[in-house]
C-alpha cells in the first residue's frame, strides 16, 4: 500500500459556529490531510491498485487538489504524473506543489470538462491509469471519512454538509455511511463558472446523476451559494473557530447557515482543504 500517512483527521467541536447557527457543530478537518486536502484518502488507494496492476503511470484532471495529490502519491510509488488543468484557474499552492512534487503539469485553455477531455486522451495516448473520481478505487479510498466521522462521534450525524463540486465525494461519503444516511446538505456555488471558490469551480458535474439519488435517499438538499454567502463562511471558520480553509471548503458551512435546520441537531461539516493553497483568495479576508 502506499501511504503518506492520509485519514485519522480530526473531528473538531466548534463552539462559537454551534452558537451562531443553532445546531451542533462539528467540523471534520481534511485539510490535515498529507496533501491538504481529503483527496489524499482517495489517491492513495487509486495509486495503490494502479502500482499493483502493473502501471508505470496515472494521469488526472483537476481544479488544483487532485493535481498536489496525484503527483505526491505517484513520486512515493516511482511512477509517473501526468496532471492537466484548465489555465489560469488553479491556486497558486497547488500548482506549486504539483510541480515541485515532479508531476508534468499539463495547460489547457478551457474549462475543467476540456481538461478532463483531455486527461482522458492522454490516458490512452501513453497508457497512464486516470486517477480522477472516476476511477471506483478513489470513491472506496474517500469512504473512509464517513466511517471515521461515526466511530469519532460515536454515531452517525443528524446532517453532513460538505461542498459540491463533481460529487464524488459526497457518493464517497454515502457509501462510507452505507444503510444510515444523515441528512445531507450540500453547498454549490450559484456561479459555478467563475466561482473564487477554485476547487469547486465545475460546470458539469461528473457524478450529477449520483448526487441527485444520495439526495433523495437522505431526504437532503442541495444550497446554491453567492459568492457572499461563501465568503462570510469562510471568514466565519477562521475567525471563530480558528481553522483556516480553502474557499470551497466553506460551502457545507454556508449551506446550513442559508438553510432551515432544526434547533439541536448534530451537524458535521466536511472542510475538505486547506486555506494555505489559495494564498491569493485572502485578500478577501483582509476586512
Ligand atoms: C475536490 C474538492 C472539492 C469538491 O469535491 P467533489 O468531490 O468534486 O464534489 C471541494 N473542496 C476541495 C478543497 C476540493 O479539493
Known sequence: MITLGE????????????????????????????TGSFKDRGMALAVSRALERGATGVVCAS???TAASCAAYA?????RAVVVVSAGAVARGKLAQARA??????????????????????????DLVVVNSTNPDRIEGQSSAAREV???LGRVPD???????????????????????PRFVLGEAESRADTFASAIRIVEPVHRLEVGGVLKRSGGTCVPLSERQLEEAWRLIARDEGVFC???????????AASVTAAGQTVVCVLTGHGLKDPDATGRLAA
Do not use: C, H
Not at 485553455?109 to 486522451?121: L, V
Open 7 to 34: 485519514g485519522d483527521t480530526p473531528l473538531l467541536p466548534a463552539p462559537r459556529l454551534s452558537g451562531r447557527l443553532g445546531v451542533e457543530v462539528f467540523l471534520k478537518w481534511e485539510g490535515a490531510n498529507p
Open 75 to 79: 513520486a512515493r510509488a516511482g511512477m
Open 101 to 126: 512534487l515532479g508531476a508534468e503539469v499539463v495547460q489547457v485553455a478551457g474549462t475543467f470538462t476540456e481538461a478532463f477531455r483531455k486527461a482522458d486522451e492522454l490516458a490512452e495516448s501513453r
Open 63 to 65: 481544479t488544483g487538489n
Open 159 to 181: 446532517i453532513l454538509a460538505l461542498p459540491y463540486g463533481g460529487g464524488g465525494n459526497t457518493v464517497a461519503y454515502a457509501v462510507g455511511f452505507g444503510e444510515r444516511l
Open 150 to 152: 461515526v466511530e469519532q
Open 246 to 256: 480553502e474557499p470551497a471548503s466553506a460551502a457545507g458551512v454556508a449551506a446550513v
